[in-house]
């Protein structure tokens, strides 16, 4: 899964659970969601199982739309993002999630604030990246509010210079999957859309944002996902045919991954 690479230039990254560690928070926030998805008049938006990108998809909505609540195994692994969950449990409904998101936010006030780098060694990792003579770039689908506080508090001295662009949700008029923060990122940088740009995220949302914005996406596999569901989770379908150009476990792999690509790509 692993082909020879465009050159880069500049170097996107998903920040909850690519770089940051916020999960805890996430998944409180989400404990607190999902009981009011009948509410706001959302479970009869719930996708119906024929509708389901895979079966393990279909009984994760059964489950909520029963239960409303996630099933406890999936709480207790905290592998799936909030993105992740709002696109399995209403597909295209876009209002719906847009919706979910507004809640998911007003919740997430209440316990965001504790947050490390997913990898301890992260701020190297980056710096190695800017030696090399790369644009960076950081977006979330979450709230500005959020992200200026957790990305200047982030390993206690902030991360907030290694950047070039800082892209949030409510900065765009629509999240991930579509293209939208991805394209505003590289719109502040100066740079164009084109495989030059290598976007790195943990979640199918952000694979298919990269490539709706026609970069190279690289998935970050931090949760060590084996191969059989990273082929599921992209199957490669017409009706799913967003497939990552490369997918790593840590951060060093990507570095080595640049270096390679800088000394033989194109």
Not at 2 to 30: C, E, G, I, K, N
Request: aromatic residues 8%; charged residues 25%; contains cysteine.
């Amino acid at each position: 899964m692993s082909p020879a690479l465009a050159r880069p230039q500049v170097l996107l990254f998903d920040w909850h659970a690519t770089l940051a560690d916020t999960m805890d928070a996430m998944y409180y926030a989400l404990d607190e969601v999902l009981p009011r998805l009948g509410p706001l008049g959302l479970l009869d938006r719930l996708v119906s199982p024929q509708d389901s990108k895979t079966v393990e998809d279909a009984r994760l909505v059964s489950y909520v739309r029963e239960h409303g609540r996630l099933h406890p195994k999936i709480s207790a692994q905290r592998r799936i993002s909030r993105t992740d969950i709002f696109e399995l449990l209403f597909g295209g409904d876009e209002e719906a999630k847009k919706i979910a998101h507004a809640e998911f936010d007003a919740l997430y006030e209440r316990h965001f604030g504790p947050v490390k780098p997913m990898e301890a060694d992260a701020r190297e990792q980056l710096l190695a990246l800017r030696a090399l003579g790369l644009k960076l770039g950081v977006l979330s689908n979450r709230a500005r509010r959020f992200m200026a506080h957790e990305i200047y508090v982030i390993d206690g001295s902030g991360w907030h210079e290694l950047f070039d662009a800082i892209v949030c949700g409510d900065d765009v008029e629509r999240r991930k999957p579509f293209p939208d923060l991805i394209l505003k990122a590289l719109a502040d940088i100066g740079a164009p859309a084109d495989a030059h740009c290598w976007y790195v995220g943990d979640s199918t949302a952000d694979i298919v944002a990269g490539k709706n914005a026609n970069v190279t996406a690289i998935f970050y596999n931090g949760v060590g996902w084996d191969q059989a569901w990273i082929d599921k989770i992209f199957p490669g379908t017409e009706r799913h045919p967003q497939r990552p150009d490369a997918v790593i476990r840590r951060l060093p792999e990507l570095v080595s991954l640049v270096r390679d690509s800088l000394a033989t790509g194109h």
